[in-house]
């Protein structure tokens, strides 16, 4: 039993990260695919979930698409590792236990970035 509890805890904790790094590839590509179709806050609205939001700002060829995602990990840094997400590489000692990850595509710039913060960078 004492063997088996830190091993579960381990785990349940990659799952937690996995399940963060795949919400923020599904953002990151919606973000995409959201400047390309110019989708209007209405229809981001729509595709927003409970743990990724969807919001756009600015006007026509200066345009702001951005996600929100929950973060569920519990613990500081990526325990599994560095992440490469869209090309975006996260490094593992990112922390990850802030609250959210921050998705961003700018269109006067064409870059899209991923940041981490509780507040909106």
Do not use: C, H
């Amino acid at each position: 039993m004492a063997i088996s509890i830190p091993i579960f805890t381990t785990q349940l904790e990659k799952s937690r990260e996995a399940t963060d790094a795949a919400n923020i590839r599904s953002a990151y590509a919606t973000v995409q695919a959201s400047a390309l179709m110019q989708d209007t806050q209405d229809e981001l609205t729509k595709i927003s979930t409970a743990d990724i939001t969807y919001t756009t700002s600015g006007t026509e060829g200066s345009l702001v698409y951005k996600a929100s995602v929950t973060m569920k990990q519990k613990n500081d840094k990526w325990q599994s590792g560095a992440q490469d997400i869209g090309g975006v590489s996260i490094a593992a000692d990112t922390t990850g236990t802030t609250t959210k990850a921050w998705v961003t595509y700018t269109q006067s710039t064409g870059k899209t970035t991923i940041t981490f913060g509780a507040t909106e960078p």
